[in-house]
């Protein structure tokens, strides 16, 4: 088996028969297997599912968990990935579809070729189905292929859809302890593969990455604290996965999701929390004299402070004016 197609679905119903479409039409020279977990959906995935397994009984494999396996859907992934038989799997979620009936045959020959790759990706298109905007393409600065260094910056980089990767099975033979502890799979995964070999680049347009409100990054919350401190524990521990190499601009990125926190819901009415959130920031980021001062004004100084300090220094122009 030269490729496992990796799907996983949670009340994918109205998207799923297009995901399953996009794949079983791949024209290759060789076999590959379709794995789709399904994470317990409540609407009628699994009886779609169903129908199109019986349909396609030596391609299409059913992993129907009896309870929703948690965590957006990583776990779910990893037990598809467990069950692939094949040399390469190709991952892609429910909501998602391919655009080019020759991807998987392109993204295993380049494997084939490059033995040094432990992955490799096409461009993407991002829809955002629920809401007025345009369809855009993932990937602006096109390269032959990537390595760690694209993937670390200041802020979260995201440039690889899931439905554009291919990737080596035995790039990563065993996930480490602190993958499981992250909310998102993506991100720590294409650090992890990249530290295993260049991810190879193929410059066209092959799948289409959907957002909708009833998607995993729909619970991206920016404003919840839960969210802000699982992404702060994830990139420590991917310094910490890197040794260090990056440890300047991922504190910087660290320090990023604690100016966020600042105005997280669960500390709107608490000075002490927020007070010690700024001092974190201040620390890690080390950001530029005029926001250290705003910082300092509008988190660290209490309230009472800042308006003694304003008459303070708005005395002498009272002075004056009486005069």
């Known amino acids: 088996m030269k490729v496992s197609v990796s799907i996983v679905t949670y009340n994918h119903a109205k998207f799923v028969r297009q995901t399953l479409d996009s794949v079983l039409c791949q024209q290759t020279n060789f076999d590959f297997e379709i794995i789709v977990g399904d994470d317990l959906s409540k609407d009628n995935t699994r009886e779609i599912l169903a129908e ?9 494999r059913l992993l129907l968990h009896p309870q929703n396996m948690g965590n957006n859907g990583m776990y779910n992934a990893l037990a598809t990935f467990k069950e692939a038989r094949g040399e390469y799997i190709a991952q892609m979620d429910g909501d998602d579809y391919w655009i080019n009936p020759h991807k998987l045959q392109k993204q295993a020959d380049m494997l084939d070729q490059h033995p040094e790759y432990s992955a490799c990706f096409t461009n993407a298109l991002k829809v955002f189905e629920d809401e007025q905007y345009e369809p855009f393409v993932l990937v602006d600065e096109k390269k032959p292929f990537y390595t760690v260094d694209d993937l670390i910056g200041e802020e979260e980089i995201f440039f690889m859809a899931t439905s554009s990767i291919m ?25 992890l593969l990249a530290k295993a070999g260049p991810i190879g680049y193929i410059d066209e347009t092959m799948s289409v990455y959907r957002k909708n409100r009833a998607g995993a990054s729909y619970s991206d919350n920016e404003k919840d604290r839960a969210f ?9 521990n991917i310094n910490q996965e890197l040794d260090y190499k990056y440890d300047k601009l991922l504190r910087k990125n660290i320090a990023r999701y604690y100016k966020l926190m600042l105005e997280a819901n669960q500390y709107k009415d608490s000075y002490f929390r927020r007070a010690g959130v700024a001092l974190k920031y201040l620390y890690l980021g080390k950001p530029k004299p005029e926001v250290a001062k705003e910082i300092i004004q509008n988190y660290i100084l209490p309230a009472p402070v800042m308006k003694l300090y304003s008459a303070i220094r708005l005395m002498p122009h009272r002075l004056m004016d009486r005069s």
């Open 52 to 60: 199109y397994q019986a349909r396609y009984p030596d391609k299409i």
């Open 167 to 191: 990737f080596r099975k035995n790039a990563i033979p065993e996930y480490p302890a602190w993958y499981y502890q992250s909310q998102s799979g993506d991100i720590p995964r294409n650090v």
């Open 228 to 236: 802000l401190n699982n992404r702060i524990l994830m990139y420590s």
